[in-house]
């Protein structure tokens, strides 16, 4: 098995036994609750996980983001601007954001095509590409790579645990 193969099961998985089941049962005015008004809340985390999976995957592959291809931005209410994915933003823009749970499994049905489209098509010789950083300088392919499992287990995480302390429920699906 090669490690993008790797990458591409490790996501599905995470999606399918993570955030799939820490969505079951939340209406679309629990995506915007938190513990407190200095915490992101459900929605914001997610969409802030799928447009990082976004522009890395558009980086890897040098196709378009999802984000803009697809007219999500319209769907969220936010500029059509392909650097703008919750990095800094502060409690204010956070807040700004209304998603709904339609758009935010269909904003991360579609990055996820096309990250599953992008990882098939890689070979191991494409991971060790420099490709450029968004602060400057450079990364390996493979370098992004990293950097996406970790958003995603990390966010999902938080995504599940919220879900628990705000519903008293655990994630898990029974």
Same mark, same amino acid.
């Given at each position: 098995?090669?490690?993008?193969?790797?990458?591409?099961?490790?996501?599905?998985?995470?999606?399918?036994?993570?955030? @799939?089941? +820490?969505?079951? #049962?939340? *209406?679309?005015?629990?995506? =915007?609750?938190?513990?407190?008004?200095?915490? %992101?809340?459900? !929605?914001?985390?997610?969409?802030?996980?799928?447009?990082?999976?976004?522009?890395?995957?558009?980086?890897?592959?040098?196709?378009?983001?999802?984000?803009?291809?697809?007219?999500?931005?319209?769907?969220?209410?936010?500029?059509?601007?392909? @650097?703008? +994915?919750?990095? #800094?933003? *502060?409690?204010?823009?956070? =807040?700004?954001?209304?998603?709904?749970?339609? %758009?935010?499994? !269909?904003?991360?049905?579609?990055?996820?095509?096309?990250?599953?489209?992008?990882?098939?098509?890689?070979?191991?010789?494409?991971?060790?590409?420099?490709?450029?950083?968004?602060?400057?300088?450079?990364?390996?392919?493979?370098?992004?790579?990293?950097?996406?499992?970790?958003?995603?287990?990390?966010?999902?995480?938080?995504?599940?645990?919220?879900?628990?302390?705000?519903?008293?429920?655990?994630?898990?699906?029974?």
């Amino acid at each position: 098995m090669e490690a993008a193969e790797i990458v591409a099961n490790a996501l599905s998985l995470n999606q399918a036994g993570f955030i @799939d089941n +820490a969505l079951n #049962g939340l *209406s679309d005015a629990d995506l =915007m609750k938190s513990p407190t008004d200095q915490c %992101n809340p459900i !929605g914001w985390t997610l969409w802030h996980q799928y447009r990082v999976e976004d522009r890395i995957i558009s980086g890897l592959s040098g196709a378009s983001q999802v984000w803009i291809e697809g007219k999500w931005h319209e769907k969220f209410g936010l500029p059509a601007n392909p @650097d703008q +994915a919750g990095m #800094g933003d *502060s409690m204010e823009q956070v =807040m700004a954001l209304k998603p709904t749970i339609a %758009n935010l499994k !269909g904003y991360g049905a579609a990055v996820r095509e096309k990250t599953l489209g992008c990882l098939k098509s890689l070979k191991p010789a494409d991971l060790d590409r420099d490709l450029p950083a968004p602060g400057g300088g450079t990364k390996k392919a493979g370098d992004f790579l990293g950097i996406l499992m970790l958003d995603h287990f990390h966010h999902s995480g938080q995504v599940c645990y919220l879900r628990g302390y705000l519903t008293g429920k655990g994630w898990f699906a029974r």
